[in-house]
């Protein structure tokens, strides 16, 4: 189903249950494009099995270990599917919408200029270790994840120009920005700013990561062993959920076991036999295995999509030919048929079709063997003795580092891989742990990062392609910084599509990545598991999920 993108909201001073604004003015909100739930019902499923029931243990299969299972931190979605168990958020996201709803906010104002975001919180709500959620609480998160930086890629991107919260009284809190913040409503119903104790947020970053952690949410964290599993126990007491759970109060599930399994086939196996009663990232291979007798939940990601993300300081990608003879080099079409499956489109932009403000740009990403070679031999790349081309005793030889969270990563490079080799370019496989990851990018010691990241909203391109950010690209600074900011402090309804739309294009036409494929989430659930749903991000949601016969 698709949605209109950008909506103009009516004139509210005070709102509730619904996208908040405090004028006309802050006219866009952003609707999801995607419903929650192809490839399997499990409503459908749960309403055939009766009521839900309370109790029990669900076993659940993960592919990747969460590495930190710090939600402001780290947004692995092996480290989101566990921490957004843990942790609430001011607002949450329809999924089907894209409206904003109250979460541990009951209402809130936004200024007619959006930089001043006044919040209302929920009384009652309490951290498990009894602290209570209030103002204080709140000013500390924010506050602390500016104080991370670095350590919090995506929460801290969200806060740009962030000035300061004024704690109002114990349940009002005003949230300051130093220009217009179009994005950061929906970014409060993120994990990335999710809330955690002001005793977790004296902990340090690692202590943080490791499971030293403590949220307001609907399951507490026992034990958390690196490589093995995250054991989580209901949270007694729990009785300020997001208005979007399918019921109030605490979670049916008394304890939710998430095992790492790294292999897909014995992932897939362990469901066979009952050992697990769901598991995470169900490999194109395996979907057959799964047709009948249990429910394939998927879901589209929105965001950034796979991509093959340049380095631009490097002395290769920093010729903008050679980037956009591989980007006319890959066959899109071909990964998703041959390596994928129909769950997994060919991307046709850097940020996925489900998510506001696409613009379809596969005219501009189509495939062109013959163009990449005419960019090649112009820029001065002969084809040496081996195929592989050179210029000034150079040879045009890239690597790629990736960590295999989605596990046919692998398989998908290697197409590419040949697809590149047969215009002349070498591409080198570098695989990494999760860990190694960000030590790698932060030095600036590869070529290519094959990379994505999810978020419901356009300025995860900010994100990712402002020098003002991170900048992992390494890109200098450009009219596509002017444009990322006027997307993220534009208020009007038709201009901040377009402006989006120019920084698709303008990433694209330079090739600062090389898009591949729209990743979706595919799980599948045994006849026991009910309720399981996505949030809007594509991230789980164990609240309303319960055990049966």
């Known amino acids: ?52 029931k309370a109790g029990g243990t669900l076993t659940f299969a993960l592919a990747t270990d969460p590495t930190c299972l710090d939600p402001q931190q780290y947004g692995l979605n092996a480290s989101l599917n566990v921490g957004r168990q843990l942790v609430d958020s001011l607002t949450d996201q329809d999924g089907r919408t894209g409206e904003i709803k109250p979460w541990l ?17 929920r009384p009652g709500a309490t951290f498990s270790d009894g602290t209570p959620v209030d103002g204080a609480a709140v000013k500390a998160n924010l506050d602390g994840v500016v104080a991370l930086g670095a350590k919090a890629t995506i929460a801290s991107s969200y806060l740009t120009g962030y000035r300061g919260t004024t704690v109002l009284d114990p349940t009002t809190v005003r949230v300051e920005f130093a220009a217009p913040s179009a994005q950061f409503l929906q970014a409060t119903s993120t994990m990335s700013l999710g809330l955690l104790s002001p005793a ?128 006319k080099a890959v066959n899109r079409p071909e990964l998703a048929q041959t390596v994928l499956t129909p769950k997994y489109r060919a991307a046709t932009s850097p940020l996925a079709s489900v998510t506001p403000g696409y613009v379809d740009l596969s005219a501009q990403l189509g495939h062109d063997p013959e163009g990449a070679k005419r960019l090649l031999e112009e820029a001065g790349w002969r084809v040496g003795s081996d195929g592989v081309r050179v210029k000034d005793g150079r040879r045009l030889s890239v690597d790629v580092i990736f960590v295999p969270a989605f596990n046919a990563s692998q398989s998908v490079l290697e197409l590419v891989q040949q697809q590149l080799r047969k215009v002349g370019v070498e591409l080198r496989l570098r695989k990494l742990a999760a860990g190694e990851q960000n030590q790698v990018q932060n030095a600036a010691d590869y070529d290519f990062a094959y990379y994505n990241v999810t ?63 729209e990743l979706s989430q595919v799980h599948g659930l045994g006849p026991k598991v009910h309720g399981l749903t996505f949030e809007a991000s594509s991230r789980l949601q164990f609240h309303d999920t319960w055990v049966g016969n």
Request: net charge neutral; aromatic share 6%.
């Open 1 to 52: 189903m698709r949605v209109p993108i950008f909506a103009v909201l009516a004139h509210s001073r005070r709102v509730r249950r619904t996208i908040g604004t405090g004028s006309a003015a802050l006219a866009l909100a952003l609707l999801a494009g995607a419903c929650n739930g192809a490839g399997g019902d499990p409503a459908a499923n749960s309403a055939e099995a009766g009521p839900p």
């Open 105 to 121: 906010a009951t209402s809130w104002e936004v200024d007619p200029q959006a930089t001043h975001f006044t919040f209302h919180l």
């Open 200 to 327: 977790t947020l004296a902990k340090t970053a690692e202590q943080r990561c490791q499971g030293d952690l403590v949220g307001s949410g609907p399951f507490t964290l026992r034990a958390y062993k690196a490589n093995q599993s995250v054991e989580l126990a209901k949270r007694a007491g729990y009785g300020w959920g997001s208005s979007l759970f399918a019921h109030p109060g605490e979670a049916y599930l008394d304890r939710l076991v998430f095992k790492i399994v790294p292999e897909s086939g014995v992932r897939a196996g362990s469901l066979e036999s009952g050992q697990v009663d769901a598991i995470s990232d169900v490999q194109p291979q395996d979907e057959a295995r799964f047709a009948t007798g249990y429910t394939v939940l998927t879901r589209p990601n929105p965001g950034v999509v796979f991509n093959l993300q340049a380095n631009v300081s490097r002395p290769i990608l920093n010729e903008e030919p050679v980037r956009r003879a591989i980007q």
């Open 455 to 517: 978020r419901a909203d356009p300025d995860i391109l900010r994100t990712l392609f402002s020098t003002k950010t991170v900048n992992r690209l390494r890109l200098p600074a450009t009219e596509l910084d002017t444009v990322l900011d006027d997307q993220a402090q534009n208020l009007d309804p038709t201009q901040r599509p377009a402006k989006v739309a120019e920084a698709q294009r303008i990433v694209t036409e330079r090739a600062y990545v090389i898009p591949l494929f």
